[in-house]
């Protein structure tokens, strides 16, 4: 090549190199910035006026005071922004869609599954029906978040996430509510072509036996996390609760213990704050991030705590496609089948992605397709908002009957309530919005899409969901068990009462073994004393029964004559004394194999095999510890920031230790049990008196806060601090009083 070609064609070769950079420079520059301006900003609330008092005691837990209920709304938000406006965000994303725009490619499921289940259209078709003063609440919470961002732009993590607006807020509710009682589950199922796990009621007659298998990740010592609308571990998701009235107690005192079992970061993890309101809202409690009221705890009249029941409240149709797979039948004729395109926002790096999906929808809900056919979801609670009025009302019941009449709006599609009021009346609600199903369908299997006769409209009214009110056992309790076991022997709901179509659960937990056994005893001699039931809430004990003993006689029964080392393991395990309470030397293998075991029970799946997760479980303690049998509460770890204690209890005590991530140096750090406890009661003359703990602190985002893990040590302890519910008491305890209003 001449010397005048080759420079012409390196000039040439450089110009290219330089066009593809500005190209790819300019493809980049667009990636990093089309999504923020692709979003449509979205209306602000109502141009209101807003004033709320935010006074925080020595834990640093807020009180908000306000004249209206709506004024507090404000206060609420405004305050949990201040302890965690970084999670605020992600729940608010969340609403949006664009959470995988703000926690990248792990959250795109839950960007899909909005779009899945039309959260949006179900606000926008349902929001104006919502009373008055509920829209007020939502819009003043709204309002309280958008103060906050105003004030606070560097913290702000997504372009364009504010304003907010009630539709916003509604819009988390609608999202979250149907993951309680397990829509993940078959959703996961249809999505991987994978069969479909077992729904909880009795089998019905005629039907056909199903292997009990789940869409879940192998059994590991680490378990993979995912993301869902409610938080990383959605099958794990639990509580104790427990009732107990005036005549078991040695000074006639009513008591109510809140133990509820969630992640303990995250969006759906549990935040502490008492509201008054000139309009009559006094409550003590805790909410969920995105929340403009309390899901648990007590006014002065009355209070209850929840714990997840997983009734069969999902239904699956096969849709019959026609060629061009855009319609299905139905009632002989071709319907449409309804098809949106959904663009999944997913970030990489300084990137957003966009990646097509498509959301279908038929008659019966929304609709997967796979490689097996197209099937639709109907659920409980579909294309409602009413669980918004329900909470709020239960919130200002002044007496029992106040507390019914708002429970039998069921709005809120699952969940037990336990209930106690300042009138000695307690009781258990297996609260679940149950299909009014025909007869002459299989309801646990998938049911045939092309007949309206197997589309249920409607759900039963509140005097067919199972209740216990006032036994004369003269308590009350639930562990994510079936309500048939409550109140101990002669004192139960009896099945044969309540329809099999229903598909109330069967099933037992060791927490629930554990608790009637314990109450029994302590009920012995006709009265439950204060240190009895604490000493239940807080036992670490496994009954030698039900799955517990099932897995360790599998254990046992293992041929381990190859192994020396899983044959010591196998012979420490025959001496364990059934207790978690860290003293024993065989507690750090017992807590780390029964894991599987109650993670496979409880999701109704297949059992691991024994002798594997005894090899893991030798091979950990090994290598981490040198030996199996190092002391529980050297393994079994509580860390935040700088803080590092030994915590006890397992996967099923009473006191959990529910899941935990396993750290570099091999601890086992929990990240899912006990969470927010409450201990509440009612004195003779009918005044309330509470005491409450936080696994870390009000602050659990906030390093710098001193709230970050300033409940810890008590937590760990056994401990609880008081909650400051009357005002006047408050006085002497606080240390910060603000007002936040928007003029």
Do not use: C
Not at 444 to 472: I, M, Y
């Amino acid at each position: 090549m001449v010397p005048s070609k080759r420079i012409k064609y390196v000039k040439t070769l450089k110009r290219l190199g330089i066009g593809l950079l500005i190209i790819s420079v300019l493809m980049a520059i667009g990636l990093a910035i089309w999504e923020p301006m692709t979003v449509e900003e979205a209306a602000a609330p109502p141009d209101l006026s807003y004033e709320a008092r935010i006074i925080r005691d020595e834990f640093g837990v807020p009180h908000i005071f306000g004249k209206t209920d709506a004024d507090v709304a404000y206060g609420v938000a405004y305050a949990h922004a201040e302890d965690d406006f970084s999670t605020l965000q992600e729940v608010t994303a969340m609403t949006r869609g664009r959470m995988a725009t703000l926690n990248g490619a792990a959250s795109a499921p839950i960007d899909y599954i909005a779009a899945l289940l039309d959260v949006r259209g179900t606000v926008t078709r349902k929001y104006d029906d919502l009373p008055e003063d509920v829209r007020l609440l939502l819009d003043g919470y709204a309002s309280g978040l958008n103060a906050y961002a105003e004030e606070h732009p560097e913290e702000i993590r997504l372009t364009k996430l504010f304003p907010v607006n009630g539709q916003d807020i509604a819009a988390g509710f609608v999202l979250r509510s149907p993951f309680f009682f397990g829509l993940n589950n078959p959703i996961e199922a249809l999505v991987q072509n994978k069969p479909l796990p077992r729904e909880g009621g009795p089998r019905l007659a005629g039907e056909p036996p199903k292997p009990s298998i789940h869409p879940l990740s192998p059994d590991k010592i680490v378990d993979e996390k995912k993301v869902t609308p409610v938080g990383p571990d959605p099958d794990e998701n639990g509580s104790n609760a427990y009732a107990v009235a005036p005549e078991r107690s040695p000074e006639g005192k009513t008591r109510l213990i809140s133990n509820s079992h969630q992640p303990l970061r995250g969006n759906v993890a549990w935040y502490e704050l008492v509201v008054h309101s000139d309009e009559g809202w006094d409550f003590a409690g805790a909410n969920f991030p995105g929340s403009p009221f309390p899901f648990l705890g007590h006014n002065k009249y009355l209070g209850w705590t929840n714990t997840v029941n997983r009734p069969d409240l999902v239904d699956i149709y096969k849709l019959t496609l026609n060629d061009n797979k855009d319609a299905y039948r139905f009632d002989g004729e071709w319907k449409p089948l309804e098809k949106k395109r959904v663009w999944l926002k997913i970030k990489f790096g300084p990137f957003v992605i966009p990646y097509p999906q498509v959301a279908y929808r038929s008659i019966h809900g929304p609709v997967i397709m796979n490689d097996s056919g197209a099937y639709a979801l109907r659920y409980a609670g579909i294309d409602e908002l009413d669980m918004l009025t329900q909470y709020y009302r239960i919130n200002k019941a002044t007496n029992f009957d106040e507390w019914q009449a708002a429970m039998a709006g069921q709005g809120v599609p699952a969940t037990n309530f336990i209930y106690a009021d300042a009138e000695g009346n307690i009781g258990l609600y297996y609260n679940a919005m149950f299909p009014d199903r025909p007869e002459g369908y299989d309801w646990r299997g998938v049911l045939p899409g092309d007949s309206s006769k197997a589309l249920w409209q409607k759900t039963l009214p509140f005097t067919r969901v199972p209740a216990l009110v006032n036994p004369a056992s003269g308590y009350v309790m639930n562990s994510n068990n079936t309500p048939y076991i409550a109140a101990g022997p002669g004192d139960e709901l009896k099945p044969d009462n309540f329809a099999p179509l229903l598909g109330i659960e069967d099933d037992q937990t060791n927490r629930s073994r554990r608790s009637i056994a314990l109450l029994e005893r302590a009920n012995a001699d006709g009265k439950i004393s204060d240190a009895e039931l604490w000493a239940i809430k807080y036992d670490t004990g496994y009954e030698k029964a039900g799955y517990a003993k099932d897995w360790l006689d599998r254990i046992a029964a293992l041929d381990l004559k190859d192994s020396a080392r899983l044959l010591k393991a196998q012979q420490l395990l025959g001496q364990w004394d059934w207790n978690l309470d860290g003293k024993g030397p065989a507690d750090a293998l017992a807590l780390m194999v029964l894991r599987p075991a109650n993670k496979a029970h409880y999701n109704r799946a297949k059992k691991p095999d024994p002798r594997q997760i005894l090899e893991e479980t030798v091979d950990h303690l090994t290598q981490y510890f040198d030996r199996i049998d190092p002391p529980m509460m050297d393994v079994l770890r509580m860390r935040q920031g700088n803080v590092d204690l030994p915590v006890d209890g397992g996967n099923d005590t009473i006191r959990a230790s529910t899941l935990w991530d396993v750290e570099e140096d091999g601890r086992l750090s929990v990240r899912h049990g006990d969470s927010f406890i409450m201990f509440i009661e009612w004195a003779k003359d009918g005044k309330v008196h509470s005491r409450s703990i936080q696994p870390f602190g009000a602050a659990t985002t906030r390093p710098d806060s001193p709230h970050y893990t300033d409940q810890m040590q008590l937590f760990v302890d056994k401990k609880l601090k008081p909650v400051w519910f009357d005002p006047k008491d408050l006085e002497k305890h606080k240390t910060s009083d603000k007002e936040v209003r928007r003029n």
